[in-house]
Antibody, heavy 119, light 111 residues
Framework: EVQLVESGGGLVQPGGSLRLSCAAS????????MNWVRQGPGKGLEWVSY????????FYADSVKGRFTISRDNAKNSLYLQMNSLRAEDTAVYYC????????????WGQGTLVTVSS | QVVLTQSPSASASLGASVKLTCTLSSGHSTYTIAWHQKQPERGPRFLMKLNSDGSHNKGDGIPDRFSGSTSGAERYLTISSLQSEDEADYYCQTWYTGTRVFGGGTKLTVL
């Protein structure tokens, strides 16, 4: 069974940093591209970042470019999101999502971890 | 830049059918999309991938009540025999090099 379990969320002050983790199991993690997607309070889903299966290629939404860094450790079956210079508008539930082998849609999602940026 | 447009809300009665629409922006009518369901307090759930020719591939365990179809730049998600647990937000998604895009979502109310 495919499982994605996010952790690392919490309350952080504006300008602060946080590192999210996503533990993957039930599939060959190193074969799959991965994404982070977030949902702010009362808002829709927003794509945040992408990483290739080997980790050499990354993409970011303009809203987080230069502040967030996506990475992965295939030996640990883990995906990460380092978030720096956090802003109130980054407050959201953050989901990790596996990308299908064929095409770029997400085919499995985690349950999410809440990040609250507030003083 | 691809934009996906969805109506903010829809409603239908228990046991009835409903058709949700996702419209691709001009010049992008051949794009494949995916449909996802988002229930409160739960992670999103992949429903299906929907191609421009109307063919679709559903996710694991998705009931036959969920189906997809296409007309030009419009991508549809039809849910038949509506159940109370179908009340949720539904999002379409597409992708191209360097980015993934979500529509604004449709909140489905089951009456």
């Amino acid at each position: 069974e495919v499982q994605l379990v996010e952790s690392g969320g919490g309350l952080v002050q504006p300008g602060g940093s946080l590192r999210l983790s996503c533990a993957a199991s039930g599939f060959t993690f190193s074969s799959y591209e991965m994404n982070w997607v977030r949902q702010g309070p009362g808002k829709g889903l927003e794509w945040v970042s992408y990483i290739s299966s080997g980790g050499s290629t990354t993409f970011y939404a303009d809203s987080v470019k230069g502040r967030f860094t996506i990475s992965r450790d295939n030996a640990k079956n883990s995906l990460y999101l380092q978030m720096n210079s956090l802003r109130a508008e980054d407050t959201a539930v953050y989901y990790c999502a596996r990308e299908a082998l064929v095409d770029g849609h997400s085919d499995y999602w985690g349950q999410g971890t809440l990040v609250t940026v507030s003083s | 830049q691809v934009v996906l447009t969805q109506s903010p809300s829809a409603s239908a009665s228990l046991g009835a059918s409903v058709k949700l629409t996702c419209t691709l922006s001009s010049g992008h009518s051949t794009y494949t999309i995916a449909w996802h369901q988002k229930q409160p307090e739960r992670g999103p759930r992949f429903l299906m991938k929907l191609n421009s020719d109307g063919s679709h591939n559903k996710g694991d365990g998705i009931p036959d009540r969920f189906s997809g179809s296409t007309s030009g730049a419009e991508r549809y998600l039809t849910i038949s025999s509506l159940q109370s647990e179908d009340e949720a937000d539904y999002y379409c998604q597409t992708w191209y090099t360097g980015t993934r895009v979500f529509g604004g979502g449709t909140k489905l109310t089951v009456l």
